[in-house]
């Protein structure tokens, strides 16, 4: 570790092809001078005459002296923008004027800390970039005044260049999450603000700023998501005197955060990810860095049965147990009984809170049905939805005053419930003595952890409460899983209104959404995907007729999307024929045998012209073997799809390609199959597959194929980049 009495050097922090250059020669605030493409060993001098290559022209109509942009843009100095930091005491303090004080120094990491003695604020500013190349900041703000001061904002503020041309964020509802937007990045301000007190359907999940016309696997793309499950703010603007930031912050309600003297607020962690590979280029830097955790799920990704679309709150041993039976003899390894299971919950009106199991429909508890599905060798899963409470309640009728609200007030209800005051330490007590007697009875292996409205008028303590919501959910999961070894959690909201890096560092996977339907799932997954590999993202064969949309779909095309995440089944496959069993069955083997690879390896978007069908797949970290995946989601103006490309490959190895059909019965509309199918297979080197591809049959609209690419051990020569 170094450590640098106010600086003195041009930080230069380089991983995975990526530069980050802060000019900390003090005394002012550091200055991000680069945050891009990797530029190489460079000494002192180098970095010192860049940065004076960076000194601007002074144009008329401005200050005397060019607008120093630092870690922490202040608007004492001159910056027009939405500040780093924004608070007062009292009136006072307001336009801080930081300074740097130390840096810290070791490996891929350096923290800068700033402080200004007069308005007695001192903010730690901790930039980490890990061996994916994903650059991570966080900072803490501590109040080293006298008397206590208001806090509105810290933010993390990240500048990128002119070539930025076009801004993207997501939006969404609860069946539709993470729909993706574009626009120029136009002068002023591109702001989302979310305050549903949860992370929405329709938060902004990553913004991105690229160069124009940016793709799947091409252009220039700066990315950041705010790992944070509250409210927050996520920016893009542009500035005429030429800057272009991004920016995210928890956003913070008047008086949620008042800082005594020696007291210290920290933000959330920033993820962001250059790319100069477009978006998949993104994806691969979280995705690594995401798999590099330490808590990152290591065994393989049991095949699920979710029981909600099967029975909904039709909960019956005898229907249950056979379920199970019939999950088990097709290779489904964790069984999860959702929500119905407690007190008097008949339906969504009552009985939240109550975790007790419901005597009236398991009169001898959970233990005949966890006993039959671990004696067939199947994970027990639970559902929970610990932060609600309904009035019609035990809970609520003995402790009113536990509801997130003003006092004597309720905020308006939503699915019938309130939010508990999890910040509350009685409250908290009830549900972790709750939970944890319930996970240790029952030997409970997964908790679906759902979470289905947003908090509204949150009061905690006399002051606005999602701040302390949140942090104390956050550690009602830590202490659950230190208390529980191996415990496994997913992350429910309303279907997948919880996805951020926040939750997911105490999580193992999101359910993307309460939609089942395929072609709505080919969207939700792909943009889900763009921030988490396929191993977090919960993925369900439906009902052969959605129950969201009221589509039918044949099993190939459900099978085949549902592959590409974390896979399981949510349909009474009691009711299925026996043909639909088997091939399920059939699914479920491929998954298990594919499994290593889809979770280990580099996901594709393909930049497929028509954009009548997408074209995606996994490739195996050593290029070995590959699942890609043509879906079909509309039908296409070309008679038949324009050729399948393959990306991502070694181009240099041929690859023996196939087509694989578990679920059987992928509609086709055509008189002839491409001849290559028709032989079984054809083996091709994989700069061929890249540049030309392979001849698709005629699909129905709905439907998608399948086709697994395996290398000779050989390579090929004559090779080419792809
Ligand atoms: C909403 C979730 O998204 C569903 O999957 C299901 O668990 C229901 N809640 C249960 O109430």
Known sequence: MTWLPTAGSIVHLRRAGVSVLVDARGPGQPVVLHWGTDLGELNQGELAALARGLVPAVPNAVTDDPLPRGLIPEGSLGYRGRPGLSGQRSG?????????????????????????????????????????????????????????????????????????????????????????????????????????????????????????????????????????????????????????????????????????????????????????????????????????????????????????????????????????????????????????????????????????????????????????????????????????????????????????GPPGRLPPSARHQQVLDVANPDAFDHLFGKIDGLVKKYRISFLKWDHNRDLINAVHDGRPGVHAQTLAVYRLIDELKKANDGLEIESCSSGGARVDLGILARTDRVWASDCNDALERQHIQRWTGLLLPPELIGAHVGPPTAHTTGRTQSLSFRAATALFGHFGVEWDISSASAAERDALTEVITLYRRLRPMLHSGTVVNVDHPDPAATVSGVVAPDRSTALFSYAQLTTGVTEGPVPMRFSGLDPDRSYRVTVLDPAGGTGRIQRREPAWISDGEVTLPGRVLHEVGLALPVLQPEQAVLVELTADPAPTTGATAS
Request: charged share 20%; aromatic share 10%.
């Open 92 to 404: 006072a303090d307001f336009a801080p004027q930081l300074q740097l004080a130390t840096i810290e120094l070791e490996g891929g990491s350096a923290d800068f800390l700033l402080t200004d003695e007069t308005a007695g604020l001192a903010v730690r500013s901790c930039w980490r970039l890990a061996d994916s190349g994903v650059l991570q900041v966080h900072q803490e703000l501590t109040n080293i005044g006298a008397a206590a001061y208001q806090l509105a904002e810290l933010a993390v503020i990240l500048p990128v260049p002119a070539q930025a041309e076009e801004v993207m964020d997501f939006t969404g509802r609860w069946c539709r999450e993470r729909a993706p937007q574009r626009r120029p990045f136009a002068f002023g301000s591109w702001t989302r603000e979310n305050r549903r007190g949860r992370t929405g359907a329709d938060s902004a999940f990553v913004m991105i700023a690229g160069s124009a016309g940016f793709a799947n696997r091409h252009g220039q793309v700066w990315a950041v998501h705010l790992g944070w499950s509250g409210d927050q703010v996520t920016w893009a603007e542009a500035h005429p005197d030429g800057t272009r930031v991004l920016g995210a912050a928890e956003l913070l309600t008047p008086g949620e955060i008042e800082l005594a003297a020696g007291q210290s607020y920290r933000t959330p962690s920033v993820f962001a990810a250059h790319s100069a590979a477009g978006l998949d280029g993104v994806s691969d830097r979280f995705h690594a860095y995401l798999r590099a955790r330490p808590s990152h799920p290591q065994s393989a990704r049991p095949a699920v049965l979710n029981t909600w679309e099967a029975v909904y709150f039709d909960h019956d041993l005898a229907r249950l147990t056979r379920l199970a039976d019939q999950a088990a003899e097709m290779g489904i390894e964790r069984f999860v009984l959702d929500d119905g299971w407690f007190g008097g919950r008949r339906d969504d009106t009552s009985s939240l809170g109550d975790w007790d199991v419901s005597p009236e429909v398991w009169p001898d508890g959970l233990e005949p049905l966890v006993s039959h599905v671990v004696g067939l060798g199947l994970q027990f899963g639970l559902w929970f939805e610990p932060e609600m409470i309904n009035v019609d309640s035990e809970l609520y009728r003995a402790h009113p005053d536990w509801v997130l």
